[in-house]
């Protein structure tokens, strides 16, 4: 089962999703590049900030999800977007930066892609993307123990899950392609508030294609249950919920 993307549920702690490509960002030394690409736009927001950082570019947002491009369309005036996956997609010319956030992580196998990403820059240009580095935290490893339960097992065994890789891994495919490479990691504790705060973040990324593959009659007995454990795993502070958060952060200038 395809699953979909709900861009309002996405923005949901917005600021907290936003940091790491605000700090990505701030890695990439370009100057006054003429074309500059969002690869997994989203709903636009943080595509708006590349338009605020290099006002005279060209400026293209792609993303899979018919819905995410609407809404970036829709509150996000002055940037093209377009529907596009980034496993097929190719450059009408050569970009001067590359910018994927939180994306790759749903392409398998997506160390092989590298080596076209790095084409799709001209010579001196900047590839710059960002995916999480939390998959083995609660936040995953619940969802994936309760779907491997019954009786939700055989609704979820071929959902997408996200993978990705460390720092060091991305810093030697690019490496050995020529590019310069900053890689590096950060762990952010997010303070979450609001009923359930953890699942309400979740549940627009990395679960909802799960939560999409049940059928009516079974998810709502899985979310009570995965609400529960995840309630159990990060417990409510007088401050709020932390959730630990890592990220794995890539910047490369392809080679001259």
Do not use: K
């Not at 970036?72 to 450059?91: H, K, Q, S, T, Y």
């Not at 890689?183 to 952010?188: C, D, G, I, L, P």
């Not at 699942?199 to 995965?226: C, H, I, N």
Request: glycine letters at 8%.
């Amino acid at each position: 089962m395809a699953h979909t993307w709900d861009p309002d549920r996405y923005l949901t702690y917005a600021d907290e999703r936003g940091r790491p490509f605000v700090e990505l960002l701030a890695r990439v030394p370009a100057a006054a590049p003429e074309r500059v690409v969002d690869l997994g736009c989203g709903p636009g927001n943080l595509t708006a900030l590349l338009g605020e950082r290099w006002p005279d570019a060209s400026l293209l947002g792609v993303d899979a999800s018919p819905e995410m491009v609407a809404a970036a369309r829709r509150d996000v005036p002055g940037i093209a977007f377009e529907v596009g996956d980034l496993r097929d997609w190719r450059p009408e010319a050569p970009v001067d930066v590359l910018v994927s956030n939180a994306t790759l992580q749903w392409v398998p196998g997506h160390l092989d892609l590298l080596p076209r990403l790095v084409d799709a820059v001209r010579p001196g240009g900047w590839l710059a993307f960002q995916v999480p580095g939390n998959f083995e935290e609660p936040s995953h490893t619940i969802r994936r123990d309760l779907a491997d339960e019954e009786p939700y097992r055989a609704h979820t065994r071929e959902v997408a899950v996200p993978q990705a890789h460390g720092p060091e891994v991305y810093l030697e495919a690019l490496a050995s392609l020529g590019c310069g490479v900053d890689a590096w990691e950060t762990t952010y504790l997010h303070v979450l508030t609001g009923p359930d705060p953890v699942f309400t973040w979740v549940s627009g990324t990395g679960a909802r294609p799960t939560l999409q593959a049940l059928p009516d009659d079974l998810r709502e007995g899985f979310e009570a249950e995965f609400r529960a454990r995840l309630a159990a795993a990060y417990p409510t502070r007088p401050w709020g919920v932390v959730l630990p958060f890592r990220r794995v952060f890539v910047v490369a200038q392809v080679p001259a």
